[in-house]
């Protein structure tokens, strides 16, 4: 249920020193005072930020008289919001129907182990971060996975993995 | 002589299968070699088997070339652009010749998709040479009534294509009658269901029949805004939409007085979702729209009555709105010659799963699953045994091999225990566990229960618990019954239909699988070898040869063993994928 993604990200909503907070203001500026604004704002910070720092919650509400309470429901219910950092390459697994028929679950695994990390970390070296999607809308490329905007089809353990690690060797460089 | 046209098919499915480098590759040949002919992007076709798409229209006629790559498209470029002569090999589809995979195409009727893979989607003059816009225009030109209109799309039968099934007419009919100076129309592009993705089509493919299907329902009805909700996971419809948007403002076909006619003032924007399942329900959605939690609320007052900002609403789906023009332009009987009794029309459906020719097909309602499955898709994949297909996703059920005989359409297909849905068809055979799917789909509704109410957040989780332990072999006497007793509650106790339809998928497997569910509870063994922690890949020692094929293919690295000797899997390590099994040809990877 949806509820219980408050009590993971409960202590986790980071305070960072390195977040500039201004790049805000021509958020705030475009949707402040129209009605129905939540949603977009929130959605344009973590474009900003990659994530919705506590920070950005408190400097929103301060600007707009938006609630906290209000921003911190919408921010929990919805899957989109993070609340913590990501890695710079987010690796989006399709686990919908067609990808769960064609064995989607192989292609998580296969990255956990060659990452080292489990489904929802980031890496420590804060390159990737591997998430489970519902369904990119490929499904008949099944299994599917997204890799920042990048759609790959008819997948398989190794070449997932092999897609992976081409982008670890590229950032090396 | 015409220019030559040559058109990519660029919708998501079509570049995440490689579409770009080719237009690419062709743009940079023509460019070098300074070629007069028209390259445009297209949207899909439906034929997502044999994408990436690539089709050339000459002087002799029209050649569709399927799954391309840069190589072939080289090749193409030389000889067929360059000296007009068609590369055969490569052809799917052509209106000179017959080609194999023309059963794909007989028996579809394209209206919905009429567009698709046709017309340049970026350009509203594309869409206009195609009929365009003439709908809303010759409601206007020719003074149609409102009444008329609704009248219109009540006769023609068409029915909600978001799962419900509702008359659109009806409606539409009870939006109209209440009266207000600010009513909303809104477009339900969440298109939730996992494994379904007619909707992206249409908005990548043809994003202006479906504001022209919401610009006829705001002239019907009194709309002065309009909504489209779309989902964030489909971002390339969201710009091609957005370009839409901007084309049609410029035209002055949105806005105000648009076409022309003084006071008829309605714009319309798109409101990006942000992940939730739930919010495809209507009174979630419009909750969402307005910036909240989406929770759906209890019915009536119905939208008509009290929708978005509590004014009228009518909130229709994307292919349902993309029906419309044609509806209008052609008559009602151009719609309700096809279908069933009380199923009018065609209907898109997403092909998916072990099925050959996976991809979208559009037909008319009332053709039997055997038909699209065995003619249309092609059968099953490396011909293994068909054993059943889900209709209708989270809110759905499996419909078995057996009973495939049946013909689609709402009531035929409700009568199963699944529902048709938006329209998706996953389908599975011999290797898919039924008890795994069932799981699956519970973890999918437990995960996306809004949790308002408790049989929905509780029941769900506790249905989901019983499922996990019959997968994984520990299965008690006695939990078929509880896991349909909780159903029935859970059915009963819900106030949407995210809780009302979310026991479907287990119900549905119980009744038409009850044999597998036993055969894992009594026996400890999933029959199709699919359940991880009911099966193990050993070596078969005297088949070894020792050729590391199965090493090298293993994702986990699971597998060791020299040269010419025996290989091992460590059971520890091993995540019972199942590529070894299927890469190794002398059959020494044994399961059991
Ligand atoms: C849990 C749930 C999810 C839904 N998801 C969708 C969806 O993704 N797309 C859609 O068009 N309708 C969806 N619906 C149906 C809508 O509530 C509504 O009936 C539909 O948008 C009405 O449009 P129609 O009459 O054109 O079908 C969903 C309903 C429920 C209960
Ligand atoms: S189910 Fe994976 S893309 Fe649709």
Same mark, same amino acid.
């Given at each position: 249920m949806r509820i219980k993604r408050i009590v993971n990200e409960i202590n986790s909503t980071t305070t960072d020193s390195t977040i500039e907070i201004e790049k805000l203001d021509p958020v705030i500026e475009k949707f402040r005072n129209k009605k129905g604004n939540l949603i977009p704002i929130l959605q344009a910070t973590q474009n900003t930020f990659g994530f919705i720092p506590k920070d950005a919650f408190e400097y929103i509400a301060e600007k707009t008289g938006l609630l906290l309470t209000d921003m911190y429901g919408v921010a929990t219910f919805y899957a989109q919001f993070r609340l913590k950092p990501v890695g710079k390459h987010i690796i989006k697994v399709c686990h919908g129907t067609a990808c769960h028929v064609q064995n989607a679950g192989i292609i998580t695994e296969s990255i956990m182990e060659a990452l080292k990390i489990s489904d929802g970390e980031t890496t420590p070296d804060n390159l990737f971060t591997l998430e489970s999607i519902a369904c990119l809308g490929c499904c008949s490329l099944a299994p599917v996975m997204m890799i920042d905007k990048e759609v790959y089809g008819k997948l398989t353990g190794k070449l997932s993995v092999n897609i992976v690690k081409e982008i670890q060797l590229k950032e090396k460089n | 002589m015409e220019k030559i046209k040559v058109l990519v098919g660029m919708a998501s499915c079509g570049i995440a299968a490689g579409a770009s480098k080719v237009y690419d590759k062709i743009f940079e040949l023509k460019k070098l070699e300074n070629l007069d002919f028209e390259l445009v992007k297209t949207g899909c076709t439906g034929m997502c088997f044999r994408e990436p798409l690539v089709e050339i229209i000459d002087h002799s006629g029209s050649f569709l070339y399927g799954e391309i790559d840069e190589k072939k498209a080289v090749e193409i470029f030389e000889k067929h652009i360059k000296n007009s002569e068609p590369v055969?090999?490569?052809?799917?589809?052509?209106?000179?010749?017959?080609?194999?995979?023309?059963?794909?195409?007989?028996?579809?009727?394209?209206?919905?998709?009429?567009? *698709?893979?046709?017309?340049?989607? !970026?350009?509203?003059?594309?869409?206009?040479?195609? &009929?365009?816009?003439? +709908?809303?225009?010759?409601?206007?030109?020719?003074?149609?009534?409102?009444?008329?209109?609704?009248?219109?799309?009540?006769?023609?039968?068409?029915?909600?294509?978001?799962?419900?099934?509702?008359?659109?007419?009806?409606?539409?009919?009870? /939006?109209?009658?209440?009266?207000?100076?600010?009513?909303?129309?809104?477009?339900?592009?969440?298109?939730?269901?996992?494994?379904?993705?007619?909707?992206?089509?249409?908005?990548?493919?043809?994003?202006?029949?479906?504001?022209?299907?919401?610009?006829?329902?705001?002239? +019907?009805?009194?709309?002065?805004?309009?909504?489209?909700?779309?989902?964030?996971?489909?971002?390339? +419809?969201?710009?091609?939409?957005?370009?839409?948007?901007?084309?049609?403002?410029?035209?002055?076909?949105?806005?105000?007085?648009?076409?022309?006619?003084?006071?008829? &003032?309605?714009?319309?924007?798109?409101?990006?979702?942000?992940? /939730?399942? %739930?919010?495809?329900?209507e009174t979630a959605l419009m909750a969402s729209v307005e910036g909240e939690r989406g929770m759906p609320r209890r019915r009536p007052p119905f939208p008509a009555v009290s929708g978005l900002w509590k004014k009228p609403t009518n909130i229709n789906n994307v292919e349902t709105f993309a029906n419309v023009a044609s509806i209008i332009l052609n008559g009602a009987e151009s719609f309700n010659k096809y279908g069933t009794e009380k199923s009018k029309g065609t209907k898109v459906f997403a092909l998916t799963g072990k099925i050959k020719h996976g991809g979208l097909v559009e037909v008319p309602m009332g053709i039997s699953i055997n038909d699209i499955i065995f003619k249309l898709g092609g059968g099953i994949q490396d011909d293994k045994k068909f054993k059943a297909v889900q209709l209708g996703g989270?809110?759905?059920?499996?419909?078995?091999?057996?009973?495939?005989?049946?013909?689609?359409?709402?009531?035929?297909?409700?009568?199963?225990?699944?529902?048709?849905?938006?329209?998706?068809?996953?389908?599975?055979?011999?290797?898919?566990?039924? %008890?795994?799917?069932?799981?699956?789909?519970?973890?999918?509704?437990?995960?996306?229960?809004?949790?308002?109410?408790?049989?929905?957040?509780?029941?769900?989780?506790?249905?989901?618990?019983?499922?996990?332990?019959?997968?994984?072999?520990?299965?008690?006497?006695?939990?078929?019954?509880?896991? !349909?007793?909780?159903?029935?509650?859970?059915?009963?106790?819900?106030? *949407?239909?995210?809780?009302?339809?979310?026991?479907?998928? %287990?119900?549905?497997t119980i009744k038409y699988f009850r044999n597998e569910y036993e055969a894992h509870i009594k026996d400890k063994k999933c029959p199709s070898y699919n359940c991880k922690k009911l099966i193990t890949y050993t070596v078969v020692e005297d088949k070894c040869t020792g050729c590391v094929v199965c090493a090298k293919n293993c994702p986990v690295n699971a597998i060791t063993g020299e040269r010419k000797k025996v290989h091992f899997i460590n059971q520890e390590i091993c995540i019972k994928c199942g590529v070894c099994f299927n890469k190794c040809k002398f059959e020494a990877i044994k399961l059991s």
């Open positions: - | 055969k090999d490569y052809v799917v589809k052509s209106d000179l010749f017959e080609t194999s995979d023309a059963p794909y195409f007989k028996g579809q009727v394209k209206t919905v998709l009429r567009n *698709c893979g046709v017309i340049d989607p !970026e350009s509203i003059c594309d869409y206009e040479k195609q &009929n365009g816009y003439k +709908a809303i225009k010759k409601i206007l030109n020719e003074n149609i009534t409102q009444e008329t209109v609704i009248q219109t799309i009540i006769d023609s039968g068409l029915r909600g294509r978001g799962g419900g099934g509702f008359s659109t007419g009806m409606k539409w009919k009870f /939006a109209y009658n209440n009266k207000s100076d600010e009513k909303f129309i809104i477009c339900n592009a969440d298109e939730g269901d996992p494994g379904a993705f007619m909707d992206r089509s249409v908005l990548e493919g043809d994003p202006h029949s479906v504001l022209e299907g919401m610009i006829i329902a705001a002239f +019907a009805i009194g709309g002065t805004e309009g909504v489209i909700y779309c989902r964030a996971e489909y971002p390339l +419809a969201i710009i091609r939409l957005n370009i839409a948007l901007s084309q049609a403002r410029e035209k002055s076909y949105l806005g105000k007085n648009i076409f022309g006619k003084e006071g008829f &003032n309605f714009d319309i924007h798109v409101k990006e979702g942000a992940g /939730a399942f %739930v919010c495809g329900e989270p809110s759905g059920g499996c419909i078995p091999e057996y009973m495939s005989d049946i013909l689609v359409d709402y009531d035929s297909v409700n009568a199963t225990g699944a529902i048709m849905g938006s329209g998706g068809m996953v389908v599975m055979d011999e290797t898919t566990c039924m %008890v795994d799917m069932a799981r699956f789909f519970l973890d999918f509704t437990q995960k996306e229960s809004c949790g308002k109410c408790t049989f929905c957040r509780i029941g769900t989780k506790r249905m989901l618990e019983i499922l996990i332990r019959i997968t994984e072999g520990e299965g008690r006497e006695g939990d078929i019954e509880l896991l !349909e007793e909780l159903a029935y509650q859970i059915k009963d106790g819900s106030l *949407c239909g995210l809780g009302q339809t979310a026991p479907n998928p %287990v119900l549905t």
